[in-house]
């Protein structure tokens, strides 16, 4: 069956580090691949996806590409900001209703 | 708008005993979801709806049930709950399904202890 393993936390960074966050899957099939974000207290929110290979997914300042050859979908970030600490999450869909998700990564960004 | 949310943000339940998980979403949409998350893993689906009276079974449905009377309140029932039912658990709506590139919306969840 499908499944999303990512990169195990938590990570902690000062601000305007670059962050990485590994994300690779298995499916059957030409899964979309997406990366919600958690706020503190608040819920899961679409940060970018992408649902071809060689597609690039983009939103505030952050990036991923889908990597078809090497099943992986990288989380990253040039310059975190105190305001990226959060929890996120990599998933992915290939039918109408189910996401899988990976465990999520929880990152805090110091001053 | 509010978007989705859920009620209560936090319960503690004896093992038996049964409730309610309120979810709520304003934003007109037809798609709902219930997911859990156990410490250190993803969240898997539980149920879900496509509309008013449809509802089918996601990867985990054992020991909940679901109705879906009107577009926006998609509640969760646990029935006779057990320790293995401790998780955190989160509503979602989309307007349509992931395949026409329709995002889920989420709510702040609810996190559940069944001692």
């Known amino acids: 069956g499908d499944s999303v393993t990512q990169m195990e936390g938590p990570v902690t960074l000062s601000e305007e580090a670059f962050l990485t966050i590994n994300c690779t899957y298995t499916?059957?099939?030409?899964?979309?691949l997406f990366w919600y974000v958690q706020y503190p207290g608040e819920g899961l929110q679409l940060l970018l996806k992408a649902t071809k290979a060689d597609d690039k997914g983009s939103n505030k300042g952050f990036e991923a590409t889908y990597r078809k050859e090497t099943t992986s979908f990288h989380l990253e970030k040039g310059s975190v900001q105190v305001s990226d600490s959060a929890v996120y999450f990599c998933a992915l869909s290939e039918d109408d209703y189910k996401l899988s998700f990976g465990a999520g990564t929880t990152v805090t960004v110091r001053a | 708008n509010a978007g989705v949310t859920q009620t209560p943000k936090f319960r503690i339940l004896k093992i038996g005993q049964s409730m309610t998980l309120q979810c709520t979403q304003d934003?007109?949409?037809?798609?709902m979801y219930w997911y859990r998350q156990d410490p250190g893993m993803g969240l898997k689906l539980i149920y879900y709806s496509v509309g008013a009276g449809i509802t089918d079974k996601g990867e985990v449905p054992n020991g909940y049930n679901v109705s879906r009377s009107t577009t926006e309140d998609f509640p969760l029932r646990l029935e006779l709950a057990a320790p293995s039912q401790t998780s955190v658990y989160f509503c979602?709506?989309?307007?349509?399904?992931?395949?026409?590139?329709?995002?889920?919306?989420f709510g702040p969840g609810t996190r559940l202890t069944v001692l």
């Open positions: 499916a059957t099939g030409y899964p979309s």
């Open positions: 934003m007109n949409h037809n798609y």
């Open positions: 979602a709506s989309s307007y349509s399904g992931l395949a026409v590139d329709n995002e889920q919306f």
